[in-house]
Each structure stands twice: as structure tokens, then as C-alpha cells.
């Protein structure tokens, strides 16, 4: 099992900034990667960005490449989520997600929902125009 926190969210205006903090714990030592979706109002949850274990491979989607840089500090089991020039179409929930015990890494997997193997209990993002 594997047991993740997300803090960090809250309300901005826009333009600013915010980082997304997700602590993992449990059986963490066989992750291939993790990764950030959101889900706002009325919509489906929508992939955001992802990184791999060791940190040398990212990718984001295209709404938020620019303004969003996702990080980990393995040595905390945490995955950080900088979020820049935020705008009001960001506001969601903000979800992080693990993916253990795969067979291998696949970009494929790495920016889809089931990809993912444990999801926390997400933390809200307002921004305001």
C-alpha cells in the first residue's frame, strides 16, 4: 500500500504562484514515476505533469508547459508542484498519483489515468481573475 498527502492549495489571483507538495509513504521503493492531474468543476480529471523516478525525465501538458515545473526530492519521498502566472482556468482540484510495480516505464502511461496505481485525496486551487 501506498499512502500519499497533498498540501499546498489554496486561493490566488491571478498572475501568481503556488506549489503543490505530495508526501508518499508506504511501499514506495518500486515507483516508476508520479505524476499531477486536476479535475475541475463539471469536467474530468485531466493529466497536468509527470516525472520519473529519478527525476531526469518530465513532461506537462500543453496548457500548463511554461508556467508549471514538476520536482521530486526522493530522499523525502515528496513530488512538488511550482505552479506560475496562474489562471483562473487553472482553478481544480489538484491530484497527485503514484505508479508502482509496473514492468517498465511508458511515456504512454506516464500522462494517462491508468497509468497510475494510488491517488491522494487532492487539494482545491482557486484563482481569481
Known amino acids: 500500500q501506498v499512502q500519499l498527502v497533498e498540501s499546498g492549495g489554496g486561493l490566488v489571483q491571478a498572475g501568481g504562484s503556488l506549489r503543490l507538495s505530495c508526501a508518499a509513504s508506504?511501499?514506495?521503493?518500486?515507483?516508476?514515476?508520479m505524476g499531477w492531474f486536476r479535475q475541475a468543476p463539471g469536467k474530468e480529471r485531466e493529466f497536468v505533469a509527470a516525472i520519473n523516478w529519478s527525476g531526469g525525465w518530465t513532461h506537462y501538458a500543453d496548457s500548463v508547459k511554461g508556467r508549471f515545473t514538476i520536482s521530486r526530492d526522493n530522499a523525502k519521498n515528496t513530488v512538488y508542484l511550482q505552479m506560475n502566472s496562474l489562471k483562473p482556468e487553472d482553478t481544480a482540484v489538484y491530484y497527485c498519483?503514484?505508479?508502482?510495480?509496473?514492468?517498465?516505464?511508458?511515456?504512454?502511461?506516464?500522462?494517462?489515468?491508468?497509468?497510475?496505481?494510488?491517488w491522494g485525496q487532492g487539494t482545491q486551487v482557486t484563482v481569481s481573475s
Open positions: 508506504g511501499r514506495t521503493f518500486n515507483n516508476v514515476g
Open positions: 498519483s503514484i505508479s508502482v510495480d509496473r514492468a517498465g516505464f511508458s511515456i504512454a502511461a506516464m500522462t494517462s489515468l491508468t497509468g497510475y496505481d494510488y
